[in-house]
């Protein structure tokens, strides 16, 4: 059995314990999507959203990409964002990096990746604005993680200088949003940074035209 057939029969297995535990389960699901949270995570391929929050299917809108970034010319993130906080009406926007991540290491070394130099830049531009934090820290490692836990702060930051969100703060007081590291080595989640509808006028002279 090749790669490809096994996910299907995987599938099959998982759609058919689903039905028996719950036979209604997904004509329920099918009909509505009222999830309370957006989930901006890294693409890395051992940080699902749904698995490590313990939540179903459909409790959490999920957009993911390398490092977890939150890039203003993105059209698909500001989408994603725009759907989640006017339509689906989100209390929380998450944006979880995770310890270790391959993207910010990268964004760490002079090397050429191609096309991805272009998606690392906004990384390279976090450790340009905490150089001296960084390299002050002894290893190597140290100096990644604390740049994932910059990177997420920033990418926060980030978001709350869109006008999607400022419009909703404004408008409707939510949502929340919060900055998070998941860790690999023992599967916990550790939170970095929020901030809250009330500080609107904290970020308001950052107010974008998107």
Known sequence: MNSIDKLFLENKAWASERRKDDPSYFKR???????????IGCSDSRVPANEITGTDPGEIFVHRNIAN?????????????AYAVNHLKVKHVIVCGHYGCGGVKAA?????????NKWLRSIK????????EIEHLPTEMEQLNR????????QVIN??????????????????LHGWVYNLEDGLLHKIHEIKPHQLAD?????DNL
């Open 29 to 39: 699901l099918s009909t509505i999507q009222t999830p309370e949270f957006l989930w």
């Open 69 to 81: 970034l939150v890039v203003h010319t993105d059209l698909n993130l500001l989408s994603v964002l």
């Open 108 to 116: 760490l070394t002079q090397h050429n990746y191609g096309v991805i």
């Open 125 to 132: 531009d976090v450790k340009r604005l905490h150089l001296t």
């Open 147 to 154: 740049l994932v836990e910059l990177n997420v702060e920033e």
């Open 159 to 176: 978001l709350a200088k869109t006008s999607i969100i400022q419009s909703a703060w404004k408008n409707a007081y939510a949502p929340t």
């Open 203 to 207: 970020h308001l002279y950052c107010y």
